[in-house]
């Protein structure tokens, strides 16, 4: 299988062309192409490909490429070419030839040229992996569809083009959410035809453990479910069990060897995350005796960090060291991701059995024991031939000097890294956490609340100045698609495509190379075969936003939140079927600001409402959460004018939206009469955080 979302087939064959074509010049075809590439020679005349044409490739590895070619262009171009395991020379009269010569490219690994005459493509590349790359700058350019009489034409040119830097990666987080084989098998295609080469994936954590370990069987018999949070999952029972339904899944090892073969015919290495000390709730919670307490009585719900660490005992270590050896197998690529990010240490801190463990181990204080953790697990892997991938978190108990870190709180950690000889790979938040909103219309689906556009990713710079001096050890990118808030698998693609299209050309174009207003022109070829592809996809940057008409309905997403300390655009937990409210919130001061409100006559306030669970393990940031004190048993809405203190201006009871899980639309109320423009803030009453109101929308009419 060449592409797990299409059904495919192969082939190709030649005719001249006479005189190039005035649509089929080199800046139209070029204008398909992403990322762009490094160097391209117009030449006279054009290239016309046509149907049952042939393809020629000699050895084993280029036939299955050539193979991917004509599956590819019978997919998305409806060209049917033949391939065809024969040598072809340079000059022969041939539609389209594939061939490894060690210096094409000038022997870069993933480099390839493409010599297109009248006669014939040549695609020549010192690896495989260069051939495949090659193949997907081939069709693009073919997916020009300049037409020239019976065939597509494609104008005579020379193209040498290599990666500027040769870890471009996508994280995906399989852990909160469950995605299915096939579409982490679709995501990998689209990765690949993007030239991306590295597909991080996340199968641990708190909420979820993904992966089957054969030797512990309830890693996922347990581990793998878990009840969603909110009132709607409680009430959603079960008939089998008479309980709550369990929500999650899990990825046998028949998969996981089907999806890392599936990724390697791509040439995309796939690195996988087994989070440790943290992020361990749903491996304690299935084996007890790994955590430093007792653990939860089933696998947590709540996004954010919990204290919940593994012990350092042996008989951890040694159940670490065995479920490491069943990854190992199953994953045969250089790297294996260890996670060691937001390790809070107090349950180590408190506990005299960690402390004894301490002198035993000769380790001075937490952080060196995290250290020790690392160093350890480090050592079992470069044992059996592989590298610690961790945050950068990780280097503040000293970490292997192999060690490759993950630089995600902004670059220093990339900076640290590098100045102690340590490969590093950039991945800083908020610009490459893709679970951050592309725009801020209120049809964005849930994710972070800030915004982080097609732009913002584009014009970040993988080797800043900072790094300048050891840019040696600067091995790349990745973005990360978390998934806390991103619940399906079409919101993955949408919140992934196209930012990673950008992350594709920052890290492989040239940084001389790179024009965000060329990017942008290339972008709607990119969307065509998107939509060829089956991709869901934003295109919010071709959209303008509306503005909201004085009264009209007014999202949440178009009013301000009162402080900026955690927004989030999150998803109501009911119906539990079909579409739900998505309120923008900010969980640490729930209020909202609608401004320049017109009083010039009398008016009247109507909203919508909703719940939320209030699933967030932020610390002690709760205790600073306050609300006014309710006046009913319910709860009220309350508005105020020009201010958020004071009395209301107005009143809502809540008592209509109490019972129910979706959103509830108030009675409506009228406004007082008062001169000229006001600024109206939004803030609910409640005795407690759990759950959460939010506003839906709001309307101000005559």
Not at 594 to 623: C, W, Y
Request: with cysteine; net charge negative; glycine share 8%.
């Amino acid at each position: 299988m060449i592409l797990a979302c299409v059904t495919l087939a192969g082939g190709a064959s030649s005719a001249p062309a006479e005189t190039p074509s005035a649509v089929t010049s080199h800046e139209v075809v070029l204008a398909n192409v992403i990322p762009r590439p490094a160097d391209v020679t117009p030449r006279a005349g054009e290239f016309l490909l046509h149907d049952q044409a042939e393809i020629f490739a000699k050895d084993v590895e280029a036939v299955r490429i050539a193979a991917y070619l004509g599956e590819l262009l019978e997919s998305t171009e409806h060209i049917t070419l033949k391939v065809v395991q024969h040598p072809v020379a340079a000059k022969a009269r041939a539609a389209i030839a594939l061939r490894l010569d060690p210096t094409a490219a000038g022997g870069a690994p993933e480099g390839y040229a493409i010599e297109v005459t009248p006669s014939q493509i040549l695609l020549t590349a010192a690896k495989p992996r260069g051939l495949f790359y090659g193949v997907v700058s081939l069709w693009q350019l073919v997916s020009a569809k300049a037409a020239s009489g019976p065939g597509i034409a494609i104008p005579a040119m020379r193209i040498v083009d290599a990666p500027r830097l040769p870890w471009r990666g996508l994280m995906l987080d399989s852990a909160r959410h469950f995605q299915s084989p096939e579409f982490i098998m679709r995501y990998i295609d689209w990765l690949a035809l993007h030239k991306l080469n590295v597909f991080g994936w996340h199968l641990t954590d708190d909420q979820g453990w993904r992966l089957e370990i054969k030797r512990y069987p309830r890693l996922t018999g347990v581990g793998a479910w878990r009840v969603p949070a909110g009132r709607a999952a409680e009430r959603d029972i079960d008939p089998a069990t008479h309980r709550s339904r369990l929500y999650g899944g899990f990825y046998s090892e028949a998969d996981v060897r089907r999806i890392v073969a599936h990724a390697a015919a791509r040439y995309v290495t796939v690195v996988p995350e087994i989070d440790m000390p943290g992020h361990a709730s749903a491996a304690i919670v299935a084996y007890p005796e790994l955590g430093v307490v007792a653990p939860p009585p089933a696998v947590p719900a709540d996004w954010g960090i919990y204290p919940n660490l593994f012990n350092v005992e042996e008989s951890t270590f040694a159940f670490l060291d065995h479920v490491l050896a069943e990854v190992i197998a199953l994953f045969p690529g250089p790297y294996v991701h260890l996670g060691g990010d937001e390790a809070v240490k107090d349950q180590w801190l408190a506990s005299a059995r960690i402390a004894a463990r301490m002198r035993e181990l000769g380790v001075k204080d937490v952080e060196a024991l995290q250290g020790y953790f690392t160093h350890r697990m480090g050592e079992y892997l470069r044992a059996h031939g592989r590298r610690l991938v961790g945050w950068d978190e990780i280097l503040a108990g000293g970490v292997p000097k192999d060690a490759i870190i993950v630089s995600w709180r902004g670059i220093e950690g990339a900076i640290e890294a590098a100045k102690s000889g340590r490969d590093a790979v950039l991945s800083p938040a908020p610009t490459l956490y893709f679970d951050n909103r592309q725009s801020g219309g209120p049809l964005e689906p849930p994710g972070r609340g800030k915004v982080v556009t097609l732009e913002d990713v584009y014009r970040f710079d993988p080797l800043p100045a900072a790094l300048s001096p050891d840019r040696q050890y600067v091995l790349g990118l990745e973005a990360n698609v978390w998934t806390e808030h991103v619940r399906t698998e079409e919101r993955v693609a949408y919140m992934t495509w196209p930012r990673a299209a950008a992350v594709s050309e920052v890290g492989w174009s040239s940084g001389e190379r790179l024009d965000w207003s060329d990017f942008l022109s290339r972008l709607p070829a990119e969307f065509d075969r998107y939509r060829l592809l089956g991709i869901h996809y934003a295109d919010e940057v071709f959209q303008e936003r509306p503005s909201v008409a004085p009264y009209a309905r007014h999202m949440s997403q178009d009013l301000k939140t009162c402080t900026d300390h955690l927004v989030l655009n999150l998803e109501d937990d009911a119906p539990l079927e079909g579409p739900r409210a998505v309120f923008l919130i900010d969980i640490a001061n729930p209020c909202w600001i609608f401004p320049s409100v017109d009083f010039t006559s009398r008016m009247h306030l109507t909203a919508a409402v909703g719940q939320l669970p209030f699933n967030f393990q932020i610390g002690k940031d709760r205790e600073a959460i306050h609300f006014k004190t309710p006046h009913s048993a319910a709860g009220e809405l309350e508005v105020r004018l020009d201010g958020c203190e004071g009395d209301p201006l107005v009143t809502l009871p809540l008592a209509p939206a109490a019972d129910n899980d979706a959103v509830t639309v108030l009675p409506s109320v009228a406004l007082p009469e008062v001169a000229g423009r006001h600024d109206l803030c939004f803030t609910f009453t409640q005795r407690t955080l759990d759950p959460l109101w939010a506003i839906d929308w709001v309307q101000v009419s005559r």
